[in-house]
């Protein structure tokens, strides 16, 4: 049973434009929220990571936009680049269950130059 | 990577024979876990280990056996490989103060004909 849910699976942006890759997740126990960063024969590479208490995190271009209520989680990318062409997942782990993390199924994400 | 490897890189076995993944990590990290990554599927949780001889399962556990004789090695063994068990396997470690940060190793490929 899959528990979170990441929409789109694939998305084309073009250079200078905004990505925004969705998650939404069930269980309320829930609490970090990272995405990850993959490249082609590569491992997952923490990009950016939230907690519930607070409702939005940027670093650099990486914007998560959080909402507790909706159970929902978002990543958005400003100013794409060609660079950022890459698999994202959205992850989710509960403090005390050994921080095993369950991944929604990732976003082939291309943008174009 | 955090200081983790993973041997082999690449693997092609047959169906039946038992095969066995190691991850090694040099900094001494208590967690360590085990994922295998197919396409649809994200990363899904295999086994983790919360110390020396301290193991537990995961989602998919089914057909994989761990073990953890020492910190700094963490081996995944497939008792008798299947067709199913083709995958890309990922080993990481987590860190930070909650232990909730996890980091990943470049992973194995695995193909069983």
């Known amino acids: 049973q899959q528990q979170v849910k990441q929409s789109p699976q694939s998305l084309i942006v073009q250079k200078g434009g905004i990505s925004i890759i969705n998650c939404a997740y069930e269980?309320?126990?829930?609490?970090?929220f990272p995405w990850y960063q993959q490249f082609p024969g590569k491992g997952p590479a923490l990009l950016i990571a939230?907690?519930?208490?607070?409702s939005e995190k940027k670093e650099g271009r990486f914007t998560i936009s959080f909402n507790k209520s909706a159970k929902q989680f978002s990543l958005h990318i400003m100013d794409s680049q060609p660079g950022d062409s890459a698999t994202y997942f959205c992850?989710?782990?509960?403090?005390?269950?050994?921080?095993?993390?369950?991944f929604g199924s990732g976003t082939q994400l291309t943008v174009l130059p | 990577d955090a200081g983790i490897t993973q041997s082999p890189r690449h693997k092609v076995t047959e169906t039946g024979t038992p095969v066995t993944l190691r991850c090694h990590q040099t900094?001494?990290?208590?967690?360590m876990y085990w994922y295998r990554q197919d396409p649809g599927h994200g990363l899904r949780l295999i086994h983790y280990?919360?110390?020396?001889?301290?193991?537990d399962k995961g989602e998919v556990s089914d057909g994989y056996s761990v073990s953890r004789s020492k910190t700094e090695d963490f081996l995944l063994t497939l008792e008798s490989a299947t067709s199913s068990q083709t995958s890309v396997y990922f080993c990481?470690?987590?860190?930070?103060?909650?232990?909730?940060?996890?980091?990943f190793g470049p992973g194995t490929r695995l193909l069983v004909l």
């Open positions: 280990s919360y110390g020396v001889k301290d193991t």
């Open positions: 990481a470690i987590s860190l930070g103060q909650g232990q909730e940060t996890q980091y």
């Open positions: 992850a989710a782990s509960i403090k005390g269950s050994a921080r095993q993390l369950t």
């Open positions: 900094e001494n990290h208590r967690y």
């Open positions: 269980n309320t126990a829930f609490d970090y």
């Open positions: 939230i907690r519930p208490d607070v």
